[in-house]
């Protein structure tokens, strides 16, 4: 099983805003950032998200990220079809001394 | 342009090697560690370990030490991921990632190894 814990899926209407939530621990989440990755079908995860709430470039507005303690959430606002897709959350673990990710979330836009 | 670009898809035999690849292209491949991360078939992402180009020293998850070993040949910007006797269990995706500070900031497309008698 996987070291942080993701809702392992979700769901909302076009248009409709929903969230992830990653839970962790104080190895990982609790001292380190968090990292959001996208993995649309058929293709290689993509960062989303990363040091809790920044956007890389080209990335919309509509993806949010907050982290509180030792839990973390991507928000996803104004939802769209070609969001659907696999959302990872990520953060150092420093007792593995090494990257730790969710389970993932399958996010499916009805 | 940065980019990742992994080997081949890859069928073997359970017993048999391999060793797969990824070229780095467009930046200072020394500069910045290279992963790799496992995705068994329908399931999440793994971190199996790293790799620093520019020493080849390298890290490995407990779940992957002994298992595997990750070179790198930094002559040439690339990085290896290698094993020396596969099982089934081992079918799986492949991808190398670039580490940035603290992100996964650039990936390869994924290199598929299927191992079946």
């Known amino acids: 099983h996987s070291v942080l814990t993701q809702p392992p899926s979700a769901s909302g209407t076009p248009g409709q805003r929903v969230t992830i939530s990653c839970s962790g621990s104080?190895?990982?989440?609790?001292?380190?950032?968090v990292n959001w990755y996208q993995q649309l079908p058929g293709t290689a995860p993509k960062l989303l998200i990363y040091?809790?709430?920044q956007r890389p470039s080209g990335v919309p507005d509509r993806f949010s990220g907050s982290k509180s303690g030792t839990s973390a959430s991507l928000a996803i606002s104004g939802l769209q079809s070609e969001d659907e897709a696999d959302y990872y959350c990520?953060?150092?673990?420093?007792?593995?001394?090494?990257?730790?990710f969710g389970g993932g979330t399958d996010l499916t836009v009805l | 342009e940065v980019q990742l670009v992994q080997s081949g898809a890859e069928v073997k035999k359970p017993g048999e090697s391999l060793r797969i690849s990824c070229k780095g292209s467009?930046?200072?491949?020394?500069?910045?560690?290279i992963s790799w991360v496992r995705q068994l078939p329908g399931k999440g992402l793994e971190w199996m370990g790293r790799?620093?180009?520019?020493?080849?020293?390298?890290n490995y998850s407990p779940s992957f030490q002994g298992h595997v070993t990750i070179s790198a040949d930094k002559s040439i910007t690339t990085a290896y991921l290698q094993w020396s006797s596969l099982k089934a269990s081992d079918t799986a995706m492949y991808y190398c990632?670039?580490?940035?500070?603290?992100?996964?900031?650039?990936w390869g497309r994924g290199t598929l190894v299927t191992v079946s008698s």
């Open positions: 990632a670039r580490r940035n500070d603290g992100t996964f900031d650039y």
């Open positions: 467009g930046y200072s491949f020394a500069t910045y560690w």
């Open positions: 790799i620093d180009p520019s020493d080849s020293h390298t």
């Open positions: 104080s190895s990982n989440i609790g001292s380190n950032t």
């Open positions: 040091t809790n709430n």
């Open positions: 990520a953060a150092w673990d420093d007792s593995l001394n090494g990257p730790v």
